[in-house]
Structures are given as C-alpha cells and as structure tokens.
C-alpha cells in the first residue's frame, strides 16, 4: 500500500480515535498529520496490521501531547465532537437525535479513565482484535480484558446516571393542610 493509499484508507479512524484521547479537535488534526508523517517516513515492509501499526504511532503521539500538557502548560479549550458525514439521506429529526445521541455519548466516554477509554476505542471503535490491543498497548491479554470490562461498567454507570432524574428541586413537602 502506498502512501496516499495509506493515508485514505486509515485517516477517519486514526482522527476519531485522536479525537476521542485528546478531546480537543486541533489537537487531534495536528496528532493525526504527526501520525502519517511518521508512518509515511518509516519502512512499512513487515508489517503484519498497518491499522494496528498506525494506531500505536497515535497512541504514542495522544500520550506524549498529554504528558507535555500536564507538565506545566495549560490545556486547550475543548472542542465539540467531530461527527462523520452521513452518506444515507435521513429526515431532519433523525439527523439531529443522531447528531445528539453521539454528543451524549462522547461526553460520557470522556469521563472514563483514559486507560479504560483507550481499550474501548480501540476495540470497538477500530475494530482491532483484543489480542491487537494487547500486543498494540504492550499489555497482557488478561489486563485489556479488564480494562474494557471496567470500562464497559464504567460506561453504564454513567448512562444510568444520566438517564436518573435529577431529585433537586423535585421533593414537595405537604405540610398539615
């Protein structure tokens, strides 16, 4: 596969799993440019998976920008999320209940730990066998497991809370009438 080829077939996915780490769209446009860069200047003969390949470089980049912010400089505003074109024509309210429903979504997979976050995007969201996440991450088969159980836990707690009305302000009192 060439370069170009390269950069076609895996830029969505590396941008949305950029996106997802960073939270913060310049960000994840400026990793994911890093990311081609370096895959485009290395030797690709060996590969066995250039997605899983790929997505271990945007790991790298994502954990490297992370660890420089939070030594001392100051993060970025965030962004909203970025929602992929929709090539099947839909109806406004279903356009925007989709729209909503991924901005949901995003908010709550930002408030899981990013270990768990990064187990769970790169399984579902990329596709790549848990073996591939764990031989990705330099993990033991038995922790990605883990860590996307509790992630997954994580998750549904906060779509339960979510979904739980909100008591304050809603307790009436009846005094003796």
Known sequence: MDDLELFE???????RYCLYMLKNKGDAEDVCQEVFVKAMLADRRELHSEKAWLLRIAANECHGLTRRRSRGREKE???FLQTAPLHVMQSVESGYERRETKTEFGLLLK???????EVLLLYYMADLPMAEVAEMLNLPLGTVKSRLNRGLKSLKKRMEEADRPSKKGSEFHVSNY
């Open 9 to 15: 077939h895996y830029k969505t996915t590396v941008y």
């Open 77 to 79: 505003q965030e962004a």
């Open 111 to 117: 408030e899981v730990k990013p270990r768990f976050r």
